[in-house]
C-alpha cells in the first residue's frame, strides 16, 4: 500500500522558517518524481514545487522561488521542503504527492484525484 506521511508543520511567526517532511512506503521512492502542493484556507489546491527521481532536476511556483527548498533523500525514502522567511500568506496545508504534476494548469485535480497524496501538515504563519 502506498502510503505517503507528512509532518513538520506548525505554528510561527513571519519570518520563521520550518522544515517540512514526507516520509514515503510501500512502493520504489527512486522511482517517482515527487512534489509539493498546498491548499490555504478557503481556497483552491497550489503546486509549490516539483522534483525527479534523483533530484537533479527541480521547479518551484513563482511564490516559493528564492524562499522554498525542495529536496529528497532516496535512501531515507524522504522528501522535503524547506520554507523560509515565511509570510502570512504561507499559511496553508502542505501536501506531498507522487507525481511531477498534482495539478493540471488551471489549478484543479486530474481525474486520479488525490490518490497519491499524504494527508498533509498545517503550517501557520501569524503574528
Known amino acids: 500500500e502506498v502510503q505517503l506521511v507528512e509532518s513538520g508543520g506548525g505554528s510561527v511567526q513571519p519570518g520563521a522558517s520550518l522544515r517540512l517532511r514526507c516520509v514515503a512506503s510501500?512502493?520504489?521512492?527512486?522511482?517517482?518524481?515527487m512534489s509539493w502542493v498546498r491548499q490555504a484556507p478557503g481556497k483552491g489546491f497550489e503546486w509549490v514545487a516539483s522534483?525527479?527521481?534523483?533530484?537533479?532536476?527541480?521547479e518551484y511556483s513563482d511564490a516559493a522561488k528564492g524562499r522554498f527548498t525542495i529536496s529528497r533523500d532516496n535512501s531515507k525514502n524522504t522528501l522535503y521542503l524547506q520554507l523560509n522567511d515565511l509570510e502570512t500568506d504561507d499559511t496553508a496545508m502542505y501536501y506531498c504527492?507522487?507525481?511531477?504534476?498534482?495539478?493540471?494548469?488551471?489549478?484543479?485535480?486530474?481525474?486520479?484525484?488525490?490518490?497519491?497524496w499524504g494527508q498533509g501538515t498545517q503550517v501557520t504563519v501569524s503574528s
Open positions: 504527492a507522487r507525481t511531477w504534476s498534482p495539478l493540471k494548469p488551471d489549478g484543479t485535480l486530474y481525474s486520479s484525484g488525490r490518490k497519491y
Open positions: 510501500g512502493f520504489a521512492f527512486d522511482g517517482y518524481a
Open positions: 522534483i525527479n527521481l534523483d533530484g537533479r532536476t527541480i
